[in-house]
């Protein structure tokens, strides 16, 4: 069945530091590969979108990279800020529905 | 960016009585919306895709007649919890994409706090 796995155990770095937050899928082969922060409470926010043919995004201080060889996608959040710390879902979609599947989550905590 | 409205933000309910959550699109028409449903400390978990005039589409193991979805206009979508449980309670969230496509950022409601008592 398809699984996304992403680092199970809370990632927390100290403030300037470079959070690199990891998504890992098995059986799944998606066109799409997108990225939401999610505050307790509320509903996830977009972030960054990558797609199959891309290797790499940037926006601002995030960058995603997307390897369909290995079935990963790497965020990161460069010089982060105590206010960076949520809970980072990544999402496939593809196929031949437009579902949405997201993956267990990471909680960054970012320290002053 | 679009926004995607949900109400109420939270209800208490007793258990065996129904509860209706409403998802709209604000500033555009969402022929499909999705609803997902999240535990505490776990991700969102696909439970059905609601389309506009035909019936939702459910996840395996989601009971459609529980979980009844009704979207009878290309900006409301509704989620009624039937004869909830304790089991039931659970953080709701509904998201739609604008424009429609699998290439598209979702947009999300705010989500619903159920709590079944």
Redesign the interface.
């Known amino acids: 069945s398809q699984k996304i796995e992403q680092n199970s155990e809370a990632l927390n770095i100290q403030e300037g530091k470079t959070a690199t937050l990891t998504c890992n899928y098995t059986n799944y082969s998606p066109a799409y590969l997108q990225w939401y922060r999610q505050d307790p409470g509320r509903g996830p926010v977009f972030l960054l979108l990558i797609r199959e043919n891309e290797k790499e995004k940037r926006k601002e201080r995030l960058k995603v990279t997307f390897d369909t060889t290995l079935k990963q996608s790497l965020f990161h959040i460069t010089a982060s800020q105590p206010a960076d710390s949520a809970t980072y879902l990544c999402a496939l979609s593809g196929g031949a529905t437009n579902k949405l599947i997201f993956g267990t989550g990471t909680l960054l905590a970012v320290q002053p | 960016?679009a926004v995607?409205s949900?109400h109420p933000s939270r209800v208490i309910c007793k258990s065996g009585t129904s509860v209706k959550i409403e998802c709209r699109s604000l500033d555009f028409q969402a022929t499909?919306m999705?609803w997902?449903r999240q535990f505490p400390k776990?991700?969102?978990?696909?439970m059905a895709?609601s389309n506009e005039g035909s019936k939702a589409t459910y996840e395996q193991g989601v009971e459609k007649d529980k979980f009844l979805i009704n979207h009878a206009s290309l900006t409301l979508s509704t989620l009624t919890v039937t004869s909830a449980h304790p089991e039931d309670s659970s953080?709701y969230?509904c998201?739609a994409?604008d424009p429609?496509?699998?290439?598209?950022?979702?947009?999300?409601?705010?989500?619903t706090?159920l709590t079944v008592v």
């Open positions: 960016g995607v949900q499909t999705f997902y776990q991700s969102l978990m696909l895709t953080f969230i998201s994409r429609a496509g699998r290439g598209t950022e979702a947009f999300f409601g705010q989500g706090r």
